[in-house]
């Protein structure tokens, strides 16, 4: 479900001007982050999607019909919202904070609590902490219940306005991860507000970049606000070493992993070969290297190999593509799924060429 802004502005009563003329066309499926310094106009901006707050002029059209055409009321309902710090309910348990959303829609108890039992698994909670209250659960345990709630609202639309900002850098990208994670499978259309450069770069399939007054300043891919920042204000807020850093977030698209020779460990490997060979156990998870013209007697055994260097995980940034390429004995990053079975390798050059070629896109202001 797409998002259009349309002209909108908002004035508050006491004549700030919260946002100022926004164009902005958010596509199906996508995270969208909205970030900027404090007091751009994120927030304003994402609670008028769902009708939090009214704009001044213009209009929202959510899959081409505007937003003032629903009960807000019901709108709301409808659209998964996270905040910081979860805004949990304190004296709700886990469970009884998910199933909100389903009951307020008229499922009945046990059907809104099985949902919401799913819902925690989904977000990588364990079941036994569904009993407990929010004051009881770790701060990124906390968020994980977040997500949970705005996603028994079944929604295609997501807003998440600084869902991490609360815990600690650690816990914060392990959430960010699992965002990308659970976005892969799930396709929603999440608008995601952060003030902070590194995690929108992270997140976003674009980035719309504000500047104090509530203009959009640029909007774009990742990529394109990093190489081709419109002005000074962009190219100061992205930073100056950000064009290198930024690549450790870029998808590893047009990255294909091309097949590699491999040995069973346990197996027999037959005569030396004059290359390098990937040794895998049974499930085909990588084990090791097996060094060219090496002789192996009888059985090939771990001892027999040369340990291996990081794994890529396939579909996480690409930067962790040329960190397993370099790491390798072989120079050949392996790449596996993500239950960590060989999917096949890459070299540094390829992973090069991609970083070059996803650097090089339009200017897309
Ligand atoms: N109810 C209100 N009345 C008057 N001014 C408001 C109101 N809410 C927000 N503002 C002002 O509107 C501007 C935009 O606020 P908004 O919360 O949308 O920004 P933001 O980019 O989300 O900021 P932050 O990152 O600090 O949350 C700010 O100048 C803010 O002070």
């Known amino acids: 479900m797409g998002i259009e802004f349309r002209g909108v502005t908002k004035r508050y009563p006491d004549g700030t001007v919260a946002v100022d003329n926004l164009d902005l066309v958010i596509d199906d499926g996508t995270i969208t982050v909205l970030v900027g310094p404090s007091g751009c106009g994120k927030t304003t901006s994402l609670r008028m999607i769902n009708r939090m707050i009214e704009p001044t002029s213009g209009s929202i059209l959510l899959d081409e019909e505007d ?25 709700r348990t886990v469970l009884s904070n998910i199933a909100t959303v389903p009951m307020l829609s008229g499922w009945d108890r046990r059907k809104a609590r099985r949902r919401a039992k799913e819902l925690l698994e989904t977000v990588g909670l364990p079941p036994e902490l569904g009993k407990r209250y929010p004051a009881q659960l ?9 997500v949970a709630r ?9 807003l998440m306005d600084e869902p991490f900002s609360a815990v600690d850098p650690v816990v914060r990208e392990g959430l960010q991860t699992e965002l990308l994670r659970l976005q892969s499978r799930l396709g929603k259309t999440i608008v995601f507000v952060t003030h902070d450069i590194d995690e929108a770069i992270r997140l976003g399939d674009k980035v719309a970049v504000f500047r104090v007054g509530g203009r959009l300043a640029q909007y774009g891919t990742p990529s394109d606000v990093l190489r081709h920042p419109v ?12 064009g290198y850093r930024g690549l450790s977030f870029l998808p590893a698209d047009g990255l294909e992993p091309e097949k590699v020779p491999q040995a069973l460990v346990g197996g027999k490997p037959g005569a030396p070969r004059n290359y390098w060979q990937l040794a895998v156990n049974q499930e085909g998870q990588p084990r090791g290297w097996l060094a060219p013209l090496s002789i192996v007697e009888g059985d090939l055994t771990e001892a027999d190999l040369v340990a291996g260097g990081s794994l890529y995980e396939w579909g996480t940034p690409v930067r962790g593509a040329l960190d ?15 239950d960590g079975v060989v999917m096949g390798v890459v070299t540094a050059r390829h992973v090069l060429d991609v970083i070059e070629g996803a650097s090089g896109e339009g200017t897309g202001a």
């Open 138 to 146: 770790s701060g990124g345990q906390q968020q994980r219940v977040g």
């Open 150 to 158: 705005a996603l028994a609202a079944d929604s295609p639309v997501l």
């Open 324 to 338: 397993a390429a370099l790491s390798s004995p072989s120079g050949l990053g392996v790449v596996v799924g993500d």
């Open 231 to 242: 002005d000074d204000f962009v190219s100061g807020f992205v930073g100056k070493d950000r």
């Open 67 to 91: 937003v003032r055409d629903s009960d807000a009321a019901v709108l709301r309902r409808g659209i998964g919202y996270v905040i910081q710090s979860a805004g949990l309910f304190p004296h």
